[in-house]
Nanobody, 115 residues
Framework: QVHLVESGGGLVQPGGSLRLSCAAS????????MGWYRQAPGKQRELVAL???????NYADSVKGRFTISRDNAKNTLYLQMNSLKPEDTAVYYC?????????WGQGTQVTVSS
């Protein structure tokens, strides 16, 4: 059974930092493309960052230069380092594992940026 478990969310002031983690089990983690997505209240889920099995990365324009996605294949874990956080980054953040017709999502972790 596949499990993706996000952690690291919370309440942070504008300009602060958080590091999200996504622990994967039940899949051959290293061969999956992994991604972080987010969904704010009343909005559609959107892509934040992607990392391929070869560790190529891609970011949404809104987070470029502030967020960094990375993976540790030895630990089956995906990360998202978020710096210079803004109130508009407030959302539930989800990790996703994708490979061909195989597509899995975590349950999400709440990130709230507020003073």
């Amino acid at each position: 059974q596949v499990h993706l478990v996000e952690s690291g969310g919370g309440l942070v002031q504008p300009g602060g930092s958080l590091r999200l983690s996504c622990a994967a089990s039940g899949i051959s983690f290293s061969i999956y493309a992994m991604g972080w997505y987010r969904q704010a209240p009343g909005k559609q889920r959107e892509l934040v960052a992607l990392i391929t099995s070869g560790s190529s990365t891609n970011y949404a324009d809104s987070v470029k230069g502030r967020f960094t996605i990375s993976r540790d294949n030895a630990k089956n874990t995906l990360y998202l380092q978020m710096n210079s956080l803004k109130p508009e980054d407030t959302a539930v953040y989800y990790c996703r594992a994708n490979r061909g017709g195989y597509d899995y999502w975590g349950q999400g972790t709440q990130v709230t940026v507020s003073s």
